[in-house]
């Protein structure tokens, strides 16, 4: 609870967090009112798959600078080296720093997301397990960007290192994963289809949209081809929450591998 | 003796006393059964027990709870006389068997000249069935399936076989089989009905010269399939949000002139797929933020495209299998492509001053590989396409001779064109300027 108490005060005299708050608000109200001409049944759908796509564009990012910014400023404010040497272990001490950062990234969010849906009742027909699945997914990408900010924050040295492993992530799966699984495509048949919807379904983004557009019903699985069933071998609830976990463990498990404790400017 | 013919005699007034399920249906038969032709039965606010036949021309009217229910056996409501009207009451609980030589119905239509009007059907294999049935008019009713997870156990919300010259119009049908099926069906008129959440939305097989006008088709797995059918006009029409894997708005198969004018194709995996279809006329409609606006296979040939708004879809056009001989305008006029294909308008006609030509290397894959419809809102869509176009492994998927400038790009050129003139003046004014100076 000191942890939380400590990453939401020096965050609330920082920039990185209104901006994210601040992004996250605007875009969802920008597009509230493009979305107002949409049908009452259906629209509430459309509007979310497309808040959704929005948000894919930023909320990655965001999360990555922002959980790496807040573990190197334990670096460079020396705080890290003092709370190891009064006997703390590293492990712990990234543990609670990680949980301080999703606490204080998640708590406003889930806050906004809740308020929001006062608007979108005067606009839309509201079906409320189609919003926590909307949450859930917003959720889960900023639980795996964040950690895997905070896993580059413990093995950065400089922010110029920083910033260049959090493009190079960005980009990594916001382009490169799929790029690859498209030119493997051609290759893929019913023996190998497996694998490949393995390593799909570990890039976050596409794990969380499939999970989010079929708990919509919008992305239907039924009367799927044999190799669209072997693609399917688990539900997208169970590909997204194992991506989450996946991510978070290998990201804790590197960060505290590679970890370099000094810091500098 | 006595005392067994007492016990016999209690016995017989029990059991005639004691409600038989079957009572209900007798009486609500018995009553249709006492009309004459002409006459009008005021049902009351309850449940009637069904099934009943109908065999004259009469008019039924229910109240708001105004329930018949079927005994799960056959068809609810049989109409076997013409001139027959059903208004204001809900119908549910015909047979769901699958294996019977019949295929059971909430109201199932066998005559001509009769109106449903304001029914609500649920908990039934079809909703209405018209069984070679003519000059009907089905209209206002709320047909309700079983839901997507019991799509193969159910049947169709209108099922129209063999009937013609009907007329379906402001019908609600959700959760059903298939929405609307139409099997040899000729020159009916399907008018601002709204279909969701169904297999296919409309669903028309061997069916020429019908009308479909103002229906909405939305969050079905496939949003209208038109096959082999001839003179089809679809007008005004909304297909948006028919997204799941290889969904479409609208599927032409094996059909011949049919008209595709005003409609709305948005937000959905294909907007237009068009295989084995030759004549269309594909007119005005904006085709918009869909995966794939236009899959056209090259087995369709003489399509035309012309007056449409193409814009914002991840792939604009996609041509597969070959080149077919289709036509991206007419009499001199294209098609809208938006913002994805800047143009300039110098003689300011409306009409762009350079063809637009889409190459794309997607075509391969998505002949050959269907889960590459799971990557099409991938930005890496955009990296694979810039990277073949290095590599060369391009093809044209449409050339429009005469694109549509719109306002806005005609307003942008004459900014841009007054940009260039001022930057050029204010150099002039300098120049001369400087001269003087000097």
């Not at chain 1, 979305?35 to 049944?41: H, N, R």
């Not at chain 1, 290192?161 to 790029?179: C, K, P, R």
């Not at chain 2, 209405?128 to 047909?143: D, P």
């Not at chain 2, 959700?174 to 008018?191: C, P, Q, T, V, W």
Request: with cysteine.
């Amino acid at each position: 609870m000191h942890y939380i108490w400590k990453e939401w005060k020096e965050n609330i005299k920082g920039k990185g967090l209104w901006l994210a708050f601040a992004l996250i608000i605007l875009v969802s109200i920008s597009l509230l009112f493009r979305s107002s001409a949409l049908s009452f049944d259906q629209g509430f759908y459309i509007h979310l798959i497309n808040l959704f796509d929005a948000f894919v564009y930023f909320i990655p990012i965001l999360c990555l600078f922002l959980g790496a910014f807040s573990l190197f400023q334990e670096k460079e404010q020396k705080t890290l080296i003092m709370l190891l040497t009064r006997g703390e272990r590293f492990t712990g001490f990234l543990c609670k720093k990680s949980v301080a950062i999703q606490s204080v990234l998640l708590g406003p969010t889930a806050l906004w997301f809740f308020l929001y849906l006062i608007p979108l009742k005067f606009y839309f027909q509201i079906d409320g397990a189609a919003y926590l699945a909307f949450l859930f997914t917003i959720t889960s990408l900023i639980l795996v960007f964040t950690q895997l900010g905070v896993f580059v924050g413990s093995i950065s040295r400089s922010r110029m290192q920083i910033v260049g492993f959090v493009i190079a992530i960005w980009f990594y799966f916001f382009f490169l994963h799929d790029f690859l699984l498209l030119s493997w495509l051609s290759n893929v048949t019913y023996d190998n289809v497996k694998l490949f919807s393995s390593f799909y379904f570990l890039n976050p983004l596409q794990a969380a949209r499939i999970y989010l557009e079929s708990a919509f019903g919008v992305y239907s699985f039924e009367h799927m081809s044999k190799l669209l069933q072997s693609f399917m071998w688990l539900k997208p609830s169970l590909f997204l929450i194992g991506n989450v976990v996946l991510g978070i463990l290998f990201s804790f498990g590197a960060g505290v591998v590679f970890q370099r404790k000094e810091g500098s400017q | 003796m006595k005392k067994l013919t007492f016990l016999f005699f209690i016995m017989s007034i029990i059991l005639l006393s004691a409600p038989r399920s079957s009572l209900a249906e007798d009486d609500l038969q018995q009553m249709i059964d006492a009309l004459h032709d002409g006459d009008t039965l005021e049902l009351e606010d309850k449940t009637y027990e069904g099934n009943i036949i109908i065999k004259k021309s009469i008019e039924l009217i229910g109240k708001k709870g105004t329930v018949i229910r079927g005994d799960e056996s056959g068809n609810v409501i049989s109409i076997e006389a013409p001139h027959v009207k059903i208004r204001n009451m809900t119908v549910s609980g015909s047979s769901m068997n699958r294996n019977s030589s019949e295929e059971y119905a909430g109201i199932k239509i066998y005559s001509n000249h009769n109106v449903i009007d304001s029914v609500t059907i649920k908990h039934s294999f079809h909703g209405i069935y018209l069984s070679q049935a003519h000059h009907n008019r089905i209209e206002n009713s709320h047909i309700t399936g079983l839901g997507k997870g019991e799509i193969a156990n159910q049947g169709n919300g209108l099922h129209i076989y063999y009937a013609n010259d009907n007329i379906l119009q402001n019908n609600v049908i959700k959760g059903s089989r298939d929405g609307m099926f139409f099997d040899y069906a000729n020159r009916n008129e399907i008018l601002y009905n709204s279909i969701s959440e169904t297999r296919y939305g409309l669903h028309y097989m061997y069916s020429d010269d019908n009308v479909f006008e103002g229906n909405t088709f939305t969050m079905n797995t496939g949003g209208a399939a038109i096959m082999h059918s001839n003179g089809i006009k679809l007008e005004q029409n909304e297909f948006i949000f028919n997204y799941g894997h290889k969904s479409f708005g609208l599927l032409l198969l094996s059909s011949r002139d049919t008209l595709i004018q005003n409609n709305t194709f948005f937000l959905n995996q294909r907007g237009l797929y068009i295989d084995q279809a030759t004549g269309s006329l594909v007119k005005n409609n904006r085709i918009i933020k869909n995966q794939v606006g236009i899959e056209l296979w090259a087995s369709s040939n003489e399509q035309i495209f012309t007056l449409n708004e193409i814009n914002e879809n991840t792939i604009p056009v996609a041509s597969l299998g070959g080149e077919g001989r289709n036509s991206w305008s007419e009499n001199g006029i294209g098609n809208n492509w938006g913002r994805s294909f800047p143009m300039i308008d110098l003689d300011q006609d409306g009409i762009g001053d350079e063809e637009v030509r889409y190459q794309s290397s997607l075509h391969q894959l998505i002949e050959d590989q269907e889960l590459v419809y799971l990557f099409l809102q991938s930005p890496a869509i955009a990296v694979y396409e810039k990277l073949n176009q290095f590599l060369h492994k391009e093809k044209t998927m449409f050339t429009d001779p005469y694109p549509l400038v719109t306002k806005h790009e005609r307003k942008q050129a004459s900014l841009i064109l007054i940009g260039v003139l001022a930057i050029s003046s204010g150099l002039y004014i300098y120049r001369r300027y400087k001269k003087r100076l000097l």
